[in-house]
């Protein structure tokens, strides 16, 4: 086994798309990149990924990290709320060179307000400053949005470590240290697919958690998340 992947969680793209609910072909561009035709040179404008690779390419496919995955989930968020992907793109660029880190959009210290990307920058006083990362300006705003409050992130490095993607009160939990990232049961090593899988084989809740020693509302969640993510 790859020792290189262990502990970093490991999607396909088929995958990454579903989790985030996003068409698989979007999901493609934002982490291959892309290119598209200019007709003033009758050449071909390159679009970068938005996340850097961070696991190599297995059995000739592309594959993402726990952390790519969490970028992704940030860009998702930062396009719902009206930014664009330029902006995002250089706010990801401006960001990494502050934090001095490869995937600045696995940080705790993101807000977005009208259509403007803010980093939260922590001073040596206590105090936190924002900064406008477009245009590199320090700003006052003690209303700015906060999002994805369903991701757990490590307290010492910031880094995004959890993801619920139902929520936090859904038992489905995201781990990369536990069965190389896949949805499993929060406090336990079962995948939700063990569990949807016996339910698909016309077992009950109740019959599933005596087998699997969990409560039958965990077993209720693995099979709605399964239904309402689809099946991966």
Request: aromatic content about 10%; proline content about 5%.
């Amino acid at each position: 086994m790859n020792t290189d992947i262990i502990g970093k969680g490991i999607y396909t793209i088929p995958q990454a798309s579903k989790l985030l609910q996003l068409p698989y072909q979007r999901v493609s561009r934002l982490i291959n990149g892309y290119s598209f035709p200019q007709k003033k040179t009758g050449g071909k404008k390159q679009m970068p990924p938005v996340t850097q690779e961070d696991l190599p390419i297995i059995d000739d496919k592309v594959a993402i990290s726990f952390v790519n995955l969490i970028e992704l989930l940030f860009v998702r968020e930062f396009r719902n709320l009206g930014a664009s992907l330029t902006t995002i793109r250089l706010a990801s660029k401006e960001a990494a060179d502050i934090l001095q880190v490869t995937h600045p959009f696995a940080y705790h210290r993101f807000a977005i307000e009208n259509k403007k990307i803010f980093l939260r920058i922590k001073q040596e006083s206590g105090d936190i400053h924002l900064i406008e990362l477009a245009k590199k300006q320090y700003c006052i705003e003690p209303f700015i949005k906060q999002f994805l409050h369903d991701i757990e992130f490590d307290e010492i490095t910031g880094l995004a470590s959890r993801w619920y993607p139902l929520g936090k009160d859904t038992f489905v939990v995201l781990d990369p240290q536990i069965a190389f990232g896949a949805p499993t049961i929060d406090g336990t090593r079962i995948t939700t697919d063990i569990l949807f899988g016996a339910f698909e084989a016309e077992n009950t809740f109740d019959d599933i958690a005596k087998w699997y020693e969990i409560d039958a509302v965990k077993v209720e969640a693995a099979i709605k998340f399964h239904q309402e993510v689809i099946p991966i």
